[in-house]
């Protein structure tokens, strides 16, 4: 099922069965598709409506991620950065138990498919950077913003 969101940040495409989100893709333009929603979409959209207006810190939408088990551990590290604060990469590589994996981590939260419900924008460079985001910087700066996280 794909249906779409109009978000503050753009267009969101929203992948997902009747169980389980599996992928939030940015677009670039209005989608051309016909809108196909089940009961887990209008929730998402429902969800995403109320953490744009600043109503909602955390999402109940049941997420099914697909990659290698590394990039799922990634992801799963993702999920316990709270709203409104930021990681790095070196210290999600070391709460992953190896200092040296930093790039790694970079590539499989650049794999991430569920930007926003599995929060990867909150991971930034050691310098307190906005380094790489699947949606852009400007994407990226916004959600912080919007979370509290940065003030510029």
């Known amino acids: 099922m794909t249906s779409y969101f ?7 495409e929203l992948v997902a069965t009747d169980d389980f989100l599996q992928r939030i893709h940015f677009l670039d333009t209005e989608p051309n598709s016909s809108f196909q929603e ?27 991620p697909e990659g290698t088990p590394f990039q799922e551990t990634v992801w799963e590290e993702l999920k316990k950065i709270p709203y409104g604060q930021t990681s790095t990469y070196g210290e999600m590589a070391q709460k992953l138990g190896d200092k040296n994996k930093v790039r790694a981590v970079g590539k499989a939260n650049g794999s991430n498919p569920i930007p926003i419900i599995i929060p990867c924008h909150r991971v930034i460079g050691a310098d307190n950077s906005l380094v790489g985001y699947a949606g852009g910087i400007s994407k990226k700066r916004f959600l912080l913003k919007h979370e509290g996280a940065i003030l510029l």
């Open 38 to 64: 089940n009961d887990l979409t209008r929730r998402l959209t429902d969800e995403l409506k109320e953490y744009f207006y600043g109503q909602r810190k955390e999402f109940s939408i049941p997420v099914k």
């Open 6 to 12: 109009d978000s503050p940040i753009g267009w969101l």
